[in-house]
């Protein structure tokens, strides 16, 4: 009792097993019921309900400002609009990295009050021991290294990683690290190609899911509000394919929707009740 028997299901296994065989993963965000009830129809691989939700839903400026109980209710969302796709809840700021404890504690929430089958946490080497421990005690977790938004005030904004050895010595290591740790994937964030391939080529079981970083990573990951154009201001960055242009469209309707009822036109009679 209590385990999926429903063989569409992605699972942990499933994403690995997808890696071995050369079968690349999709990945996009979700912020609530809706998307990811049209998302998981479409089949991708996996929603991740990410800590961009600050910028695209919220309205920050940065992923820092999120909370958890504001990501659990946005992962709750997506888990119920959700049927096959792996979900996996983003750990924000400050939820993972005080200690193991309070990451045990965190990750755990996002399984148990938000539905989530997974939870993402950034970092490299440093984080590996708390990565191991959560795997551990049977919370399964996706890594992100390269520039890791959390970050940002050290990176000193979207600098691509992995062009000076240094960097590339880092994280090399640290994707070994990771999977060694347990991690069934990772987020390749704004690396260079070049070394996103080797991380990707020196990897066994640990998928790699690329953002910025290349063709040759094991999956792809976009922001579900870049690739419909629901984007604000004329910053858009050099990885993003956008396939819609859904901001006028919206704008569109609305402005027509004003007219109609400052003219009177709406409700009409099919629109309204009679006796």
């Known amino acids: ?31 609530d019921w809706f998307m990811a009830k049209v998302l998981d129809q479409c089949g991708i691989d996996i929603i991740l309900v990410g800590d961009s939700a600050a910028n695209v839903v919220h309205g920050y400026d940065s992923t820092l400002p999120i909370t958890m109980d504001v990501m659990i209710a946005h992962t709750a969302a997506v888990s119920r609009g959700n049927e096959s796709a792996l979900v996996v809840g983003d750990m924000p700021f400050l939820s993972f990295q005080p200690s193991t404890e309070t990451a045990i504690l965190n990750a755990g929430r996002f399984l148990k009050e938000g539905g989530a089958h997974a939870v993402k946490l950034e970092g490299g080497t440093e984080m590996a021991p708390t990565i191991k421990r959560l795997v551990e005690v049977g919370i399964p977790v996706m890594g992100h290294i390269g520039l890791t938004p959390q970050s940002i005030h050290r990176f000193g904004g979207p600098k691509i990683q992995g062009r000076k050895k240094k960097s590339q010595t880092y994280l090399k290591e640290s994707a070994l690290a990771l999977e060694d740790a347990g991690c069934f994937s990772m987020v390749l964030e704004l690396v260079e190609t070049d ?9 066994k079981t640990c998928a790699t899911i690329g953002i910025g970083a290349g063709v040759h990573c094991d999956g792809q990951v976009l922001v579900i509000n870049d690739i419909l154009g629901l984007g604000e201001g004329e910053f858009k960055p050099k990885f993003v394919r956008q396939y819609a242009d859904l901001s006028p469209i919206i704008s569109d309707a609305v402005t027509r929707f004003i007219a109609d009822v400052k003219a009177g036109d709406y409700p009409g009679d099919e629109e309204s009740y009679g006796k």
Do not use: H
């Open 195 to 203: 070394t996103a391939r080797e991380i990707t080529e020196s990897l």
């Open 1 to 31: 009792m209590g385990y999926i028997t429903d063989k569409k299901r992605m699972t942990v296994g499933r994403i690995v097993k997808k890696k071995a065989s050369g079968e690349k993963i999709v990945v996009l965000t979700a912020y």
